[in-house]
């Protein structure tokens, strides 16, 4: 979450403005008045927060339309959702040995690879204990083997019912995960070199039938040195909902013609934008009309 910004709505209520960004006939405070500020608002929160769009109605309420990463966000009570809601996020899950069991991250999902939905439990287990000696570790890193490559550093059965961890290193990470699901692994995980974050490999159109995510080194340090000192370690590759502190989402909020709040709300979701329907959801169905409908989450991602 980017910490220390705030939504601020400066809402001009001329009858000009309303006319042209609403297409109403103006009434109320504003009709009549001459273009100008209205008002000057805040909806004071903490984090990441923007307004997309703003549109006044006949009677010059305003209805501020946006995304925001805020946990405190205000909401009125019996709104649609007023609590920002928790975060689906990709997820390593240690199952046991008990003292490091528990919810690891970051976790990233390669998408050529099975989705972790259902998810994946099993054993872990280290490349370098069940691949082939090759004499130069490219076996060890779950790369082909040979001089023209093509083979297969994991014997047939040797990852059965078991998911492997390995190293990034040098060849292609869906090559690893392709060897492994061919000796019977169940996932695999890809852990990178010192000081690198995890991030989507790239794929050359090759797709992988079991689940393949890449992770820190930190992230699985532990467990890797509980492994090396013959302790079993069970492990579960899903998409968990975690508590936060804020994520993105759409809200939707209603100020009267002197810029007080009427209503706000979140607009729900997972966490990664946007929930559906949003276009219905929102200035049409309020009865307003604009020359272009929203684009929630145009840029998002972008």
Not at 38 to 45: D, N, Y
Not at 75 to 96: D, H, I, K, Y
Not at 173 to 200: H, R, S, T, W
Request: hydrophobic fraction near 45%.
């Amino acid at each position: 979450m980017r910490a220390g910004r705030i939504v601020v709505a400066l809402v001009l209520l001329g009858a000009a403005l309303a006319g042209a960004s609403a297409g109403a006939t103006p009434s109320g405070p504003a009709a009549g008045a001459a273009p100008g500020l209205g008002f000057g608002t805040c909806l004071a929160a903490e984090g990441y927060d923007l307004a997309w769009r703003v549109a006044v109605d006949g009677n010059g309420s305003s209805y501020v339309v946006g995304e925001t990463a805020s946990p405190d966000l205000p909401t009125t009570p019996g709104s649609f959702m007023p609590a920002n809601p928790p975060e689906v996020e990709q997820a390593l899950t240690v199952v046991t040995p008990a003292e490091l069991a528990g919810l690891r991250g970051p976790v990233v999902h390669q998408v050529w690879s099975a989705p972790l939905d259902p998810p994946v439990s099993a054993p872990l287990v280290e490349a370098a204990t069940v691949a082939t000696p090759d004499g130069d570790a490219r076996g060890d890193l779950g790369c082909d083997l040979g001089a023209d490559g093509g083979a297969n550093p994991f014997p047939v059965g040797s990852l059965d019912g078991r998911i492997l961890v390995v190293d990034r290193g040098t060849c292609v990470v869906v090559q690893k995960a392709a060897n492994a699901a061919e000796a019977g692994a169940e996932g695999v995980i890809v852990v990178m070199g010192p000081g690198q974050a995890p991030f989507a490999f790239a794929s050359d159109g090759t797709t992988v039938a079991i689940p393949a995510v890449s992770v820190g080194l930190d992230t699985v340090a532990d467990l890797r040195a509980a492994l090396a000192s013959g302790t079993a370690v069970v492990v579960r590759l899903d998409r968990a909902t975690v508590p936060r502190e804020g994520g993105l989402d759409v809200f939707v909020a209603k100020l009267d013609p002197r810029g007080a709040l009427v209503w706000s709300t979140f607009l729900g979701g997972d966490g990664d934008c946007c929930p559906r329907p949003p276009e219905a959801v929102l200035l049409t169905d309020l009865g307003l009309t604009a020359s272009t409908p929203p684009r929630l989450c145009a840029s998002i991602g972008a």
